[in-house]
């Protein structure tokens, strides 16, 4: 199995401009996870899914972040209009159940500048 | 918010010796668990121990659980420099539903 695969690796982007990050996980998990992690505030979740629907996503900062889940195998974490306090590492995770050992993908560090 | 968190937050050792790191929760739980972060990747499960065991190897890893204190501790023995990593408790939030995780303890084995 490849893990939980993360794109991109890294993105760079101007303020008001729109993000898209995209994770695929582990076949056969149905739980998916976005984190995200920054110095100040550590690892924060921002939303979860199981069998692809959004059960909780009262991590999500504001209103400009949105997250889908369209099918078992991807979902898309999207910031829009993006600002530099977005700049952090994402990551998505993916799991069988909700309190198992997560599987993370490697990332995508975003910088809005 | 978070639920467990890491003592120290930083830790730096030689070879060969052993590291110890700590983790302190406010609610009860259903599991704890460690995960290690390399510097610039993604973090990886470690070891998972319930709340009704005390103690959980794995390897050089020994994981202990004391739900009176509530608090574990990660022992690493023997450690290797490719050991320096950033080291993370996770346990359930108040709902059980999913993992909330400390700000981590950053492990520096020197060779």
């Known amino acids: 199995d490849a893990g939980v695969i993360q794109s991109p690796r890294h993105e760079v982007t101007e303020m008001g401009q729109e993000v898209t990050l995209r994770c695929k996980p582990i076949?056969?998990?149905?739980?998916l996870f976005w984190y995200r992690q920054t110095m100040m505030r550590g690892l924060e979740l921002l939303i979860y899914?199981?069998?692809?629907?959004?059960?909780?996503d009262s991590g999500m900062p504001e209103d400009r972040f949105s997250a889908k889940m369209p099918n078992a195998s991807f979902s898309t974490l999207k910031i829009q209009p993006s600002e530099p306090r977005d700049s952090a590492v994402y990551f998505c995770?993916?799991?069988?159940?909700?309190?198992?050992?997560?599987?993370f993908g490697s990332g995508t560090r975003l910088t809005v500048v | 918010s978070q639920q467990g968190e890491e003592d120290p937050q930083a830790l730096s050792i030689q070879e060969g010796e052993n590291a110890t790191m700590n983790c302190s929760y406010k609610?009860?739980?259903?599991?704890l668990q460690w995960y290690r972060q390399n510097s610039g990747r993604g973090l990886v499960h470690l070891i998972l121990?319930?709340?009704?065991?005390r103690e959980k190897h794995s390897g050089r890893l020994r994981v202990t659980l004391d739900t009176s204190k509530k608090s574990s501790s990660l022992l690493i023995t023997a450690s290797r420099a490719a050991d320096t990593a950033s080291y993370f408790c996770?346990?359930?939030?108040?709902?059980?539903?999913?993992?909330?995780f400390g700000g981590g303890t950053r492990l520096m084995v020197k060779p």
């Open positions: 995770a993916s799991s069988p159940t909700a309190l198992g050992g997560y599987t």
């Open positions: 076949s056969g998990h149905d739980y």
């Open positions: 899914f199981n069998n692809n629907v959004p059960i909780d």
């Open positions: 609610t009860s739980i259903n599991n």
């Open positions: 121990i319930r709340s009704n065991e």
């Open positions: 996770a346990t359930d939030n108040n709902a059980g539903n999913m993992l909330t």
